[in-house]
T-cell receptor, first 116, second 117 residues
Framework: EAGVAQSPRYKIIEKRQSVAFWCNPI?????LYWYQQILGQGPKLLIQ????????DSQLPKDRFSAERLKGVDSTLKIQPAKLEDSAVYLC??????????????FGPGTRLTVT | AQKITQTQPGMFVQEKEAVTLDCTYD???????LFWYKQPSSGEMIFLIY??????QNATEGRYSLNFQKARKSANLVISASQLGDSAMYFC??????????????FGKGITLSVRP
């Protein structure tokens, strides 16, 4: 079974530029998550999709961040314009399997963003 | 108040010995789940073990076990027979609510574990 795919793996941009990240979840997984992980901290949820609908985007800075999940499969996360404090690893995860009601999340390798 | 607290500094353990990584949590929801993830230097988060709030027994998965003390709100991870490949960051996380598919994970700050040969 293929895992969660993300691209690019690394991105360096200047502040005020825009950037987009792509995620392809595990086949059949209805739930998709985007997390931001700043160096030295745990991941923080930015947005959660159930199929192509948003379940939780309470921590997404909507003035500069946007995300979509067309057709309930792939997803893109965009930052426009980027700030220095957006430097972080952006992790995509998906979930659908059941072990009781565990719903463990499977993570992709992440995209490391550096804003200069 | 932080929902997940991991306060240990970097941990060191000798190869083949056991190590305990501490995690305390805070919630008023009677239904919740606790997770441990491993993050090696490659960056991806690897699911290790899960404990539900209503589970009667401590969870075990191979060399990993979870010491769940509900009254103390602690969910410590025990790794037995440490291996060099266990060197990584370890994160404790919690999901609140019964509807697992639609509940986000809240992560702690993580603990760095280094295994010495």
């Amino acid at each position: 079974e293929a895992g969660v795919a993300q691209s690019p793996r690394y991105k360096i941009i200047e502040k005020r530029q825009s950037v987009a990240f792509w995620c392809n979840p595990i086949s059949g997984h209805a739930t998709l998550y985007w997390y931001q992980q700043i160096l030295g901290q745990g991941p923080k949820l930015l947005i959660q999709f159930q199929n192509n609908g948003v379940v939780d985007d309470s921590q997404l800075p909507k003035d500069r961040f946007s995300a979509e999940r067309l057709k309930g499969v792939d997803s893109t996360l965009k930052i426009q314009p980027a700030k220095l404090e957006d430097s972080a690893v952006y992790l995509c995860a998906s979930s659908s399997g059941r072990r009781g009601w565990v719903y463990e999340q499977y993570f992709g390798p992440g995209t490391r963003l550096t804003v200069t | 108040a932080q929902k997940i607290t991991q306060t240990q500094p970097g941990m060191f353990v000798q190869e083949k010995e056991a190590v305990t990584l501490d995690c305390t949590y805070d919630t008023s929801d009677p239904s919740y789940g606790l997770f441990w993830y491993k993050q090696p230097s490659s960056g991806e988060m690897i699911f290790l073990i899960y404990q539900g709030s209503y589970d009667q027994q401590n969870a075990t998965e191979g060399r990993y076990s979870l010491n769940f003390q509900k009254a103390r709100k602690s969910a410590n991870l025990v790794i037995s027979a440490s291996q060099l490949g266990d060197s990584a960051m370890y994160f404790c996380a919690m999901r609140e609510g019964r509807d697992g598919a639609n509940s986000k994970l809240t992560f702690g700050k993580g603990i760095t574990l280094s295994v010495r040969p």
